[in-house]
């Protein structure tokens, strides 16, 4: 059984950074890609951000050159740097695993998720 915690939401001004970080169990972590999704009130959970084993990196539009992705196999950890905050990325953050073996966009190719971190951007 695969555990994925996430850490690091909180309020944050417009124009600030947060770093989420997702720790997970298990012993194979660097061998599966990993992806974070974002759910508003009242949306559908959506892509943010994906990398592979290799670190080759995925974004959804409206969070290219504002959020990184990165990982530390060491840790078993995936990290989401997020930076120039809009209150428009308010929402819960996910982290997931991915079954597919590579990085993608779709929800369902993830089986394994965290409990969900929120993300607050207000004045």
């Known amino acids: 059984q695969v555990q994925l915690v996430e850490s690091g939401g909180g309020l944050v001004q417009p124009g600030g950074s947060l770093r989420l970080s997702c720790a997970a169990s298990g012993r194979t972590f660097s061998s599966y890609a990993m992806g974070w999704f974002r759910q508003a009130p009242g949306k559908e959970r959506e892509f943010v951000a994906a990398?592979?084993?290799?670190?080759?990196?995925d974004f959804a539009e409206s969070q290219k050159g504002r959020f990184t992705i990165s990982r530390d196999n060491a840790k078993n950890t995936v990290y989401l740097q997020m930076n120039s905050l809009r209150p428009e990325d308010t929402a819960v953050y996910y982290c997931a695993r991915s079954r597919a073996g590579y990085a993608t966009r779709i929800r369902s190719t993830y089986d394994y998720w965290g409990q969900g971190t929120q993300v607050t951007v207000s004045s």
């Open positions: 990398i592979t084993p290799s670190g080759n990196t």
